[in-house]
């Protein structure tokens, strides 16, 4: 009986390994770095950055300074920005100093913060094309004249396209 429930525990299980977690980037506070940056983790940097940034997850420490366009998911900015930042979540903290505009879904600015640029709320189109349908209809004498429209006019311009 109970040598029945060790076999079947000692059996190996066929299981997909874990996703492995990878530590953020860090660029330290000493560190100056000329250059872009383009990852697909997160970075912490609490250097000094002249160039443009791409990342998933970006955190600017206190005593960051960054000259260049930030394009990231979520963006936490303590440090200094000089220049475009595009990202879903924007958080400015109190000790925020940021030159330039910023390009947001969400945006959290905490009492104290430094913002002189625009902001504007940005939505990434998704599926703009959705709900229309182009289609290709053959009018007299063989001519092609595409037609585009919402999906609700599909039987309509398919009807028009047969002829029936």
Known sequence: ?????RKSAATPRQS????????????????TIAGDFKGEGDIQIDGTVNGDIRCNTLL?????????????????????????IKSSTVTLSRTAHVTGDILH???AIEKGAFLEGHCK???????????????VVLGSGGNVNAVSGPSKLEGEKTQAATGS
């Open 1 to 5: 009986m109970f040598s029945k429930n």
């Open 16 to 31: 997909a390994a874990p996703p492995r977690s990878v530590p953020p980037s860090l660029i330290s506070e000493d560190l």
């Open 60 to 84: 600017v420490g206190e005593s960051a300074t960054i000259k260049g366009e930030i394009v990231s998911d979520a963006v936490n900015v303590h440090g200094t920005v000089t220049g475009q």
């Open 105 to 107: 879904e969400n945006l």
């Open 121 to 135: 709320r940005w939505e990434e189109k998704k599926g703009a094309a959705e709900g229309r349908i182009n289609f």
